[in-house]
């Protein structure tokens, strides 16, 4: 997972799904985009899990593309869905404000709050796109919800992480933000799209430091299922160093030594062009996730608010 040389707060409160009825002025015509479950899914519902965590490289068309199909297929058949996406939590006013808003302006009052002003791919036109999916499911009657879980939601949180090692505190916010979501409303399934070193089940190291994972503490909290991305190739928006340039430890690093844009992925074996998910062990983290979810080619996605102040 990449990181960001910016992220702009995002905040959501989490209304109770039963508490949040349709707009009475909403069509009830069929869902005007089709979606389905991709194979494989079968096995993961047999498992019972009240969280799915989807663990990707921030940046692609198709993770997000996959998470808001499953979504609306589950959805689809009368089942309460939260998605919970990696941005900050700190915008929440705005987020709910333009979740009560009609589909037609509803991207309009994100972009004018900011939206999620990263560089990197959590900011993505297919992010956004995913949730304007999401929201227009909502408005048109279906149980579906969205929350941001990145960040410390209050000082009270973050005292009460922070005798963690390293990067633990943010992992253990994140997973108590999911947890605090969930808990406010009668939600089937909780769906969770997020960078797949937080999606993992194992510790990871960062400068010597032993981390827990945010999946980690969220499968304490209820039964879990993590899967990591898997593509054929292709790439993703990402922020990294530019080529040639190397890490001086103990030196700030400057933003004009990051290159934000569309790099490339190593190739993985194809195992085809249709998306799927499964409970096979990854081929290179095989304990770390219990599975993956195939993305075939990726495509990479650029920042949600550059392209539209590029227009």
């Known amino acids: 997972m990449r990181k960001a040389l910016a992220i702009f707060p995002f905040l959501l409160v989490f209304p109770r799904v039963s508490d949040a009825e349709p707009n009475p002025v909403a069509s009830k015509a069929a869902l005007t985009t089709a979606c389905s479950i991709p194979s494989g899914w079968a096995d993961i519902a047999q498992r019972k899990p009240h969280f799915v965590v989807f663990g990707e490289i921030h940046g692609t068309e198709e993770a997000p593309e996959l998470v808001g199909n499953v979504a609306c297929a589950l959805a689809a058949q009368g089942k309460s869905i939260l998605v919970a996406v990696e941005h900050n939590v700190s915008f929440d006013a705005a987020y709910q404000a333009a979740w009560q808003l009609p ?65 633990g505190p943010r992992e253990a916010a994140q997973a108590d933000n999911i947890r605090i979501a969930a808990n406010a409303g009668s939600y089937d399934l909780v769906l ?42 292709g790439g993703a928006w ?54 993956f979810f195939w993305l075939g080619t990726a495509h990479g996605s650029p920042p949600a608010v550059q392209a539209h102040l590029a227009r």
């Open 103 to 167: 589909p037609e302006k509803f991207a309009a009052a994100l972009l004018k709050e900011g939206w999620n002003e990263s560089t990197d791919g959590k900011g993505s036109v297919a992010m956004l796109t995913m949730t304007k999916h999401l929201h227009q499911l909502a408005w048109q009657g279906r149980a579906i919800r969205i929350a941001a879980f990145d960040g410390n939601r209050d000082d009270e949180q973050r005292r009460q992480f922070s005798t963690l090692p390293g990067q």
């Open 192 to 233: 969770v799209l997020t960078g797949n070193i937080h999606a993992r089940k194992l510790p990871f190291e960062r400068t010597g430091t032993a981390v827990e994972p945010m999946a980690m503490h969220l499968a304490r909290t209820g039964p879990m299922v993590t899967l990591d991305a898997r593509y054929s190739g």
């Open 238 to 291: 990402t922020c990294q160093l530019k080529p040639g340039l190397k890490l001086q430890p103990g030196k700030a690093l400057s933003t004009d030594a990051i290159e934000c844009a569309v790099h490339d992925f190593g190739l993985q074996p194809d195992l085809g062009p249709v998306p799927f998910v499964s409970l096979a062990a990854s081929s290179d983290a095989a304990k770390a996730y219990d599975g």
